[in-house]
């Protein structure tokens, strides 16, 4: 289906990241397949959710943002991300497809466009609760 996010797809990823629900980690994911920055994202999420605080340690909210949008392809469409990323030359990833810190802002839009043009998951999304 296009244009979704089911929170099916999430659950894992969300738990792996530090966010308490796959519901607010697909929003997260929702915001920034709509190229929100990360100061809109977590403006949202606090009005949206109250205290949203997830459980990160030390790291950056944007290395957590992209690691999010990273696991996620990982887990769902690793496959086809590494076609993807075959297919247009794209060498910023490693054999574990990680990008270093450097290449982290480059990496977030490479993960966008994959959702977009090949996933053909953009605006507007939808988030499905399909756990029961």
């Given at each position: 289906?296009?244009?979704v ?12 990241c530090?966010?308490r629900?796959p ?9 920034m397949?709509e ?5 809109e994202?977590?403006d949202?999420?606090?009005?949206i959710?109250g ?6 340690r ?12 990273q ?9 086809e991300?590494t076609?993807?990323?075959k297919?247009?030359?794209?060498q ?7 990008a ?9 839009f490479?993960?966008?466009?994959f959702?977009r ?9 939808m988030i ?5």
């Amino acid at each position: 289906m296009k244009n979704v996010i089911k929170l099916s797809q999430i659950k894992d990823v969300s738990r792996d990241c530090g966010i308490r629900f796959p519901l607010e980690a697909a929003e997260v994911l929702r915001l920034m397949i709509e190229l929100r920055s990360n100061d809109e994202i977590l403006d949202y999420m606090n009005r949206i959710y109250g205290n949203f605080r997830p459980l990160w340690r030390s790291t950056s909210r944007k290395r957590q943002f992209i690691t999010l949008m990273q696991n996620f392809i990982l887990r769902n469409y690793q496959q086809e991300f590494t076609r993807f990323l075959k297919k247009n030359k794209i060498q910023i990833f490693n054999e574990d497809l990680e990008a270093s810190r450097h290449d982290s802002t480059y990496a977030r839009f490479v993960y966008i466009i994959f959702f977009r043009e090949y996933l053909h998951i953009q605006p507007p999304i939808m988030i499905i609760d399909d756990i029961k």
